[in-house]
């Protein structure tokens, strides 16, 4: 079975930081693109950041040059630096895992950004 862990979300002021981690299970973790998805209320799900098997990475526009993903394969984590937040980084932050079509989600982890 697979499962998709995420922690570290909360509630933080504009300009601060949280680092979002996501621990998978039941998959060969190094083989899949990991990524990380947000959902604001209203709005669809939109993509955060990915990383692939050999590292290469992807972002959004909206949050190049604040938000850094990483992975660790010997510990099955993939992980989000966010930094420089602002009150429109607020969403549910989704872990995705995907592999030639294999998808699977975690059950998302709530960031808000408020003074």
């Known amino acids: 079975q697979v499962q998709l862990v995420e922690s570290g979300g909360g509630l933080v002021q504009p300009g601060g930081s949280l680092r979002l981690s996501c621990t998978a299970s039941?998959?060969?973790?190094?083989?899949?693109?990991m990524g990380w998805y947000r959902q604001a209320p209203g709005k669809q799900r939109e993509l955060v950041a990915t990383?692939?098997?050999?590292?290469?990475?992807n972002y959004a526009d909206s949050v190049k040059g604040r938000f850094t993903i990483s992975r660790d394969n010997a510990k099955n984590t993939v992980s989000l630096q966010m930094n420089s937040l602002k009150p429109e980084d607020t969403a549910v932050y989704y872990c995705?895992?995907?592999?030639?079509?294999?998808?699977?989600w975690g059950q998302g982890t709530q960031v808000t950004v408020s003074s």
């Open positions: 995705n895992s995907n592999f030639r079509g294999n998808n699977y």
């Open positions: 039941g998959i060969i973790f190094s083989i899949y693109v």
């Open positions: 990383i692939s098997s050999g590292y290469s990475t």
